[in-house]
């Protein structure tokens, strides 16, 4: 079954490769579809990536000029859409090498949304698409660390070029009375070079509870969560999560630092394959997360 904070560290790292990688150091850039975009293939170019580090002005010609966006403020996830494609569960297809296609998906006031896409190559030649991500991030001020707006000239050479017309949203839901609640401790190496939890610690939480959840409830009390998981995440089975994640979506609130105690709520709202989750530190939502299970119909292999 793969790891989701496996398939989260991998783009991120892909994203970072295709934003400092000065264009004119790449191949294929945007030649054959309108928006603007990076192709590259993983097992063909990874070992250039580590012959050449590139200064603070070759990223400023990398895409989206995105070494010059860095130089005045910072870009923290906002939101995040993953979606796995029934062919990550299956054995039969290979998972390297990977193809990867990385575009700009929306420019907003505060905020830009990419999209990267990743293919496994068939044994026939062909690429088939294994899982994407939408990855939404707010401009953040250097010396506040409060959301601010996008730079003049960022909004002016991009805007309107992107393949999304609006900004990614996930509509807030309130948490009901009656939850599932895994107590977590924010660790060491939840942290990034930013000084906060990684983007992939808070699904990793949450898909810690989950399973955490379905145990026994004498191992349910040894793990210090609250037994209302039984009502809370009703029909929610190992068979469930064996069937393998299709989709999750995350929107973040507020920053977790190490050693913050965090409470990770759980429930369902009718169908058991839709897992609400709330991240709560110091009585304050910091994060919400709906992850989507495959059903029966809707997978072959796992």
Not at 8 to 18: E, F, G, K
């Amino acid at each position: 079954m793969p790891r989701t904070s496996s398939l989260m560290w991998i783009d991120a790292l892909t994203r970072s490769y295709v934003l400092h990688r000065p264009m004119d150091d790449q191949t294929d850039v945007g030649k054959q579809l309108p928006q603007i975009e990076a192709d590259e293939h993983l097992q063909t170019k990874a070992g250039r990536v580590g012959e050449k580090l590139w200064s603070q002005q070759d990223t400023e010609r990398a895409f989206l000029n995105w070494g010059r966006f860095l130089k005045d403020m910072h870009g923290f996830g906002q939101y995040s859409e993953f979606t796995m494609s029934k062919a990550l569960y299956d054995l039969e297809v290979p998972k390297w090498s990977l193809g990867f296609r990385f575009r700009l998906g929306f420019i907003g006031a505060c905020s830009v949304t990419k999209i990267c896409e990743f293919f496994a190559r068939c044994k026939d030649g062909s690429d088939i698409l294994i899982w994407s991500n939408k990855y939404q991030q707010v401009a953040v001020d250097k010396k506040t660390r409060q959301p601010t707006r996008m730079p003049a000239w960022f909004k002016d050479k991009y805007q309107g070029t992107g393949c999304l017309s609006q900004a990614m949203v996930l509509r807030p839901f309130k948490k009901p009375e009656v939850t599932f609640c895994h107590p977590i401790l924010v660790q060491y190496s939840d942290i990034d070079e930013y000084g906060h939890a990684n983007w992939s610690a808070y699904v990793k939480w949450a898909i810690d509870a989950i399973h955490a959840a379905v145990l026994p409830d004498e191992q349910i009390r040894s793990a210090n969560s609250q037994t209302k998981g039984g009502r809370a995440l009703r029909g929610v089975t190992k068979e469930t999560l064996g069937r393998g994640l299709h989709k999750f979506q995350i929107t973040y609130f507020r920053e977790c630092l190490e050693g913050d105690k965090v409470e990770v709520h759980l429930w369902v709202d009718g169908e058991p394959d839709e897992v609400f989750c709330c991240l709560v530190k110091a009585g304050e939502e910091i994060c919400q997360i709906k992850l989507f299970y495959f059903r029966n119909n809707e997978v072959e292999s796992s």
